[in-house]
T-cell receptor, first 111, second 113 residues
């Protein structure tokens, strides 16, 4: 299946440090998106990167995409307690009309 | 104002019962979705509707029947509930299709006893 694998499954860091999580997928994609899910809540869109883009920034977020390795990374700089959440990558492949979500990384920021 | 809303937030029911979950979006989006998130947080698409037309039915049992009375609503009816149906169900919407940002509802936690 196209399902993305995220790495690590769980990550705990001190507030103020940077957090990096990775996503790998199996087939060619049109776009890759990152979403955040706070405990007990719905997912919130963070950033979308297209297959012809290599890097994208949004505030403290930096996303990279390496289509040759079929992988993406999400970097959160200067982490805050409010960043504690699960982070999911999601891909859409051409003509598929659906997003396939990864397994998620649970990020805990220690104050 | 809530963009995507779902009711109820919690649903506890006995095996064999029939239940419905309602979803409404006030974003003017064309496409709506139902996802199922299991206990391991794995999120999987179930259905997708575009302008009230079904475009994705992701090998979901016939016991699950979505209904879209208009573009702003996508309800999910489940017949003969089974233990394995226990999960959190999320409704989402996007402006056109999967290349657009999806906006998620708060989820409905279904527990089948």
């Amino acid at each position: 299946s196209q399902q993305g694998e995220e790495d690590p499954q769980a990550l705990s860091i001190q507030e103020g440090e940077n957090a990096t999580m990775n996503c790998s997928y199996k087939t060619s994609i049109n776009n890759l998106q990152w979403y955040r899910q706070n405990s007990g809540r719905g997912l919130v869109h963070l950033i979308l990167i297209r297959s012809n883009e290599r890097e994208k920034h949004s505030g403290r977020l930096r996303v990279t995409l390496d289509t040759s390795k079929k992988s993406s990374s999400l970097l959160i700089t200067a982490s805050r307690a409010a960043d504690t959440a699960s982070y999911f990558c999601a891909t859409d492949a051409g003509g598929n009309e659906k997003l396939t979500f990864g397994t998620g990384t649970r990020l805990t920021i220690i104050p | 104002d809530t963009a995507v809303s779902q009711t109820p937030k919690y649903l506890v029911t006995q095996m064999g019962n029939d239940k419905s979950i309602k979803c409404e979006q006030n974003l003017g989006h064309d496409t709506m979705y139902w996802y199922k998130q299991d206990s391991k947080k794995f999120l999987k698409i179930m259905f997708s509707y575009n302008n009230k037309e079904l475009i994705i039915n992701e090998t979901v049992p016939n016991r699950f029947s979505p209904k879209s009375p208009d573009k702003a609503h996508l309800n999910l009816h489940i017949n003969s509930l089974e233990l394995g149906d226990s999960a959190v169900y999320f409704c989402a919407s996007s402006k056109r299709g999967v290349t657009d940002t999806q906006y998620f509802g708060p989820g409905t936690r279904l527990t089948v006893l």
